[in-house]
Nanobody, 121 residues
Framework: QVQLAESGGGSVRTGGSLRLSCTASGHSLRTYCQNWFRQPPGKEREAVAFVTANGITSVANSVEGRFTISRDSDNNSLYLEMNSLEVEDTGMYYC???????????????WGQGTQVTVSS
């Protein structure tokens, strides 16, 4: 059974930065697409960024130019570098792995428990 553990969330002011980390245990995720999702207060979970098994990355339009996703397959880890944070970035951030499709909530195989990011003005 795969377990995903996120860390790095916290509270920052607008314009600040955070780096989220996700470490997987129990199984290599080298052949999986690895994703970051977030769920703003009162809203549905949404895709933020993903990296394919081949290393192709994609980020949502709302975070383009501010967030960077990366993975370290040797260490079964996933990262999300978040800069120029905005109030609208507030939410619970989830690490997730999907076997066949990237960036889609319904296709996720494994979820982490989430880490809270709060951005205040």
């Amino acid at each position: 059974q795969v377990q995903l553990a996120e860390s790095g969330g916290g509270s920052v002011r607008t314009g600040g930065s955070l780096r989220l980390s996700c470490t997987a245990s129990g199984h290599s995720l080298r052949t999986y697409c690895q994703n970051w999702f977030r769920q703003p207060p009162g809203k549905e979970r949404e895709a933020v960024a993903f990296v394919t098994a081949n290393g192709i990355t994609s980020v949502a339009n709302s975070v383009e130019g501010r967030f960077t996703i990366s993975r370290d397959s040797d260490n079964n880890s996933l990262y999300l570098e978040m800069n120029s944070l905005e109030v609208e970035d507030t939410g619970m951030y989830y690490c997730a792995a999907s076997r066949w499709t990237c960036g889609t909530v319904k296709d996720v195989t494994y979820w982490g428990q989430g880490t809270q990011v709060t951005v205040s003005s």
